[in-house]
């Protein structure tokens, strides 16, 4: 038999003594919890049970007043959900539209100037679903005979998307073209040295414009070159000088003019260094990078801006594709600046100014009215 350790008993009995002494002190707590209760005056619990029945129904309401809010939000979807869902749906079916119209556009195939009234006649009807009618005959036109131009799917890519207003839109898309000489290509010192096919890289800028009644997409100002670090509807073109006042200062008009032939032509050729002296404004405004060159205008038209030193120019544009001199005729709405006897651009494509400064007159006029 095994004897039992001293050190084990004196243990068990200091276990003992403490539960023994806890157990007297929870007996005179009891004790006195008996003397203060006798002591409470009348009235004292029906008190206490007064408050905190207040206090329980108070928390219930509350709870169930939260609870329902919180299901009937979710049951119904924020304005603000709704809009951004419709606009998201909107945004991908106009990003096929805008492809789709890209492959019609940038395809040229056998051209010569035999074939050049025929191919323009097929252009026209196939890009006049995509085009508002007082610009499909300058989409469909051929400026260039002697160059095969091809545009795959696998070579369009969204680069941008803006909203301008609430049925108005921007899509700025990288593109990459083919070009390959025909037969009709003919041949200089010029040229010499020109491949007889290539790729060419481009950013091309299309004004678009939601029609929700019709639920259709159309192109209303003709495509334009930019640099980055279903069925046919008879639509008018969308009216961005309605309400403008036309400058008719020929000595400003001659002034614009000189200064947009020297803007054109540092904007499609000049670093962005340089182009930085001819603007003034927060837009950023890229070069071409000499990915296009300038010719000449075919259409020049300035109106009077928000301020008495702004003006707003509506100006087309013949460029011309640097290697195979193929040309392509764009648009531009450029906002220019005079500041110290110099004209400098303070924004380009700026949809937003020319809405606020239709607004703009037509408030005033409103207020004239009233006079």
């Not at 969308?238 to 001659?254: A, C, D, F, R």
């Not at 010719?295 to 120019?313: C, Q």
């Amino acid at each position: 038999m095994k004897k039992r350790k001293k050190g084990a008993g004196e243990s068990m009995r200091k276990i003992f003594t403490v539960i023994k002494k806890a157990n007297e002190h929870e007996k005179m707590k009891s004790q006195e919890k008996k003397k203060s209760k006798k002591k409470l005056p009348k009235g004292y619990v029906s008190r206490k049970l007064g408050i905190y029945a207040f206090w329980t129904l108070f928390v219930i309401g509350f709870l169930f007043v939260f609870v329902n809010a919180s299901a009937s939000n979710n049951n119904e979807v924020a304005p603000e959900d709704k809009l951004y869902a419709e606009n998201e749906a909107v945004a991908v079916e106009m990003v096929d539209f805008g492809e789709s119209f890209l492959k019609k556009y940038f395809n040229l195939q056998g051209v010569d100037e035999t074939k050049k009234g025929t191919i323009e006649e097929k252009r026209s009807e196939s890009l006049k679903p995509f085009v508002t009618s007082n610009i499909l005959q300058q989409v469909a036109k051929i400026y260039t005979i002697g160059w095969d131009i091809s545009l795959q799917d696998k070579n369009i890519t969204l680069n941008k998307f803006q909203q301008i207003n609430k049925d108005t839109y921007l899509l700025t898309y990288e593109v990459l073209l083919n070009f390959k000489q025909n037969e009709a290509y003919k041949q200089s010192e010029k040229n010499s040295i020109v491949p007889k096919t290539y790729d060419s890289k481009k950013y091309v800028t299309l004004k678009v414009k939601y029609l929700e009644e019709l639920e259709q997409y159309i192109i209303y100002e003709l495509p334009n070159f930019d640099y980055v670090n279903k069925s046919s509807v008879q639509v008018s073109a969308v009216n961005e000088v309605e309400g403008l006042s036309k400058v008719i200062n020929t000595e400003t008009q001659k002034e614009i003019s000189e200064f947009l032939n020297t803007f054109f032509d540092a904007y499609t050729k000049d670093s962005n260094e340089k182009l930085a002296y001819l603007l003034t404004g927060d837009q950023p405004i890229n070069s071409l990078n000499n990915s296009m060159t300038f010719v000449e205008f075919k259409k020049f038209e300035v109106y009077e801006g928000a301020d008495e030193k702004e003006f707003v120019a509506f100006v087309d544009v013949l460029m011309e594709e640097p290697v195979s001199k193929v040309q392509f005729l764009t648009s531009y709405t450029l906002i220019i600046s005079k500041k110290e006897g110099s004209y400098l651009v303070k924004s380009l494509n700026d949809k937003q100014y020319l809405e606020v400064l239709q607004k703009k007159i037509i408030v005033e006029t409103e207020e004239a009215k009233e006079q």
